[in-house]
């Protein structure tokens, strides 16, 4: 893959958090793990704003703290400051959705905060937050955000990776 191909991913804890060692027979433990050695060895970058870090520094496995420490010695981890988009919290505070709802979605803000200051691709196995953002947000709010679960077999996420993660309608959040 030519480097201009190379994106930034917002990787979600879930997927730190569920990612198994070479060992590790349990789909979604081999997904996962599989998807981070795919971003490892294709050259693509890990978005790495405060709030993913504590989570990811709370929750990943210990094959994912490995994995971090490889990207970090490839230089491939983009430590990054994130401002908070009080527009995009305030449209979930005024929307439809439940309390738990939007707490869900202002839990998970960051990772659509750090999509969009970097190239709009968010990695996560939260189907759920994925929707809610999808029907609560804006068209203009999400515009060109793709989001993608490595655990969804018909979302051929690694050929995704291969291929330098490019725009496709089917990750669009809008």
Not at 12 to 31: I, K, L, R, Y
Not at 150 to 155: C, Y
């Amino acid at each position: 893959m030519k480097k201009s191909q190379s994106r930034s991913l917002v990787i979600d804890a879930s997927v730190a958090q569920a990612s198994g060692g070479e060992g590790a027979t349990h789909p979604v433990a081999a997904n996962t793990r599989n998807f981070l050695q795919a971003v490892l060895n294709i050259c693509h970058k890990a978005v790495m704003s405060p709030a993913v870090r504590e989570e990811w520094n709370k929750h990943q496995s210990n094959f994912a703290l490995k994995w971090r420490s490889s990207m970090m010695a490839k230089k491939r981890i983009l430590l990054l400051e994130i401002d908070e988009r009080q527009d995009i919290r305030l449209k979930i505070n005024h929307s439809t959705a439940t309390k738990k709802q939007k707490d869900a979605m202002l839990k998970d803000c960051h990772l659509i905060e750090s999509a969009i200051a970097t190239d709009q691709r968010i990695v996560s196995l939260d189907d759920t937050a994925r929707d809610l953002f999808k029907s609560e947000l804006n068209v203009h709010d999400v515009n060109g955000i793709l989001w993608v679960n490595p655990n969804v077999d018909a979302e051929q996420v690694l050929v995704w990776l291969e291929n330098g993660a490019p725009e496709h309608h089917v990750y669009k959040l809008s």
